[in-house]
């Protein structure tokens, strides 16, 4: 399938966040999207979200209130999956993260849907292979992993199964390319992909120290925010590390202080399994240091949710990406 062919979106498990969160992208983009949930309820509840999203995206003036309402009208709310599934040329799938259920609903699929229609599961880390293992048709399945908000955050995970064409990860990454997106593609399976990965590699040596006594839950989230994450949102480690090399560039850099990495290494955490206590602790400290937040920057969850995107919309407009 060639990419000007694709002009409806099918959005299946549209009711959880993140399933709405890409029903609001597709729809602001222009495309007509059949939103397919199990549980009428679920359905209700992406309409309410989806609603607020393109409202809020308005209210910042990313969309004109007409733009918004014209979005909602392109809208197909559905329980039947056959509907769903009608002159549907791309799904992004974001049920659970279970096997069985990815399976089931890819089966339905290769029963309504178009042989040809691409389908991208937004799994977190499955694999691609195991889901696609009983579809007739798996050439046409990747994963596509968003980060949360997908409506809101760029970056696309591509991934293929041991079946999936070449042509159908070109498709997809000119897709999502075209739609605004900045898509990235795996050369083989990993779980968890690339930016999962990375980030619980970070998570795990923060866990560590806190549940050493080296520093509080808050000043973890400050170290990263206050210090590496601020370049973070501009560039990557790789090209960080040319900039702080000078002259060396990357590798100067690394040979530079090669060593004292090394005995750093030496000295992180290697864990497997989560320690004893830490949830808790994490849970308490992250608590903390909600109450601790200025309250412009809000100190519930809600309050907090709604700060990250208008800050989001800032950074995206400052990096002209939207």
Request: proline share 4%.
């Amino acid at each position: 399938m060639k990419v000007s062919e694709i002009k409806r979106i099918g959005v299946l498990g549209g009711g959880g966040i993140i399933g709405s969160s890409w029903s609001t992208y597709f729809l602001w983009k222009g495309f007509p999207v059949s939103v397919y949930d199990v549980d009428e309820r679920a359905l209700a509840l992406s309409r309410e979200r989806i609603t607020r999203n393109l409202s809020y995206l308005s209210e910042k003036k990313v969309l004109t209130k007409e733009a918004a309402k014209e979005a909602l009208g392109r809208a197909l709310f559905t329980r039947d999956i056959k509907e769903a599934a009608y002159d549907v040329q791309f799904f992004q799938e974001s049920v659970p993260e279970n096997y069985a259920i990815k399976q089931s609903l890819l089966a339905a699929l290769d029963q309504y849907g178009l042989p040809e229609a691409l389908f991208a599961s937004s799994t977190s880390g499955l694999l691609i292979t195991e889901i696609a293992k009983f579809s007739k048709y798996p050439e046409r399945c990747i994963g596509a992993h968003p980060y949360n908000p997908p409506h809101l955050i760029p970056l696309v995970e591509i991934n293929k199964g041991e079946r999936t064409s070449e042509e159908t990860i070109q498709t997809a990454y000119d897709f999502y390319k075209k739609a605004g997106k900045e898509p990235i593609i795996l050369k083989k399976e990993a779980l968890g992909f690339i930016s999962n990965r990375l980030q619980l590699s970070l998570y795990r040596e923060a866990i560590d120290l806190v549940m050493r006594g080296v520093c509080s839950v808050e000043d973890i989230d400050k170290a990263v925010c206050f210090g590496p994450g601020l370049r973070f949102a501009l560039m990557g480690p790789n090209l960080i590390f040319q900039l702080g090399g000078g002259q060396g560039g990357l590798k100067g850099l690394l040979e530079h202080v090669g060593p004292s990495i090394e005995m750093w290494w030496a000295d992180m955490a290697d864990w497997k399994t989560w320690p004893e206590g830490s949830r808790e602790k994490l849970q308490e400290g992250v608590m903390q240091e909600m109450v601790n937040r200025r309250p412009e920057e809000g100190r519930t969850t809600e309050e907090i949710t709604h700060w990250r995107d208008d800050m989001l919309l800032k950074l995206l407009k400052l990096l002209n990406r939207i």
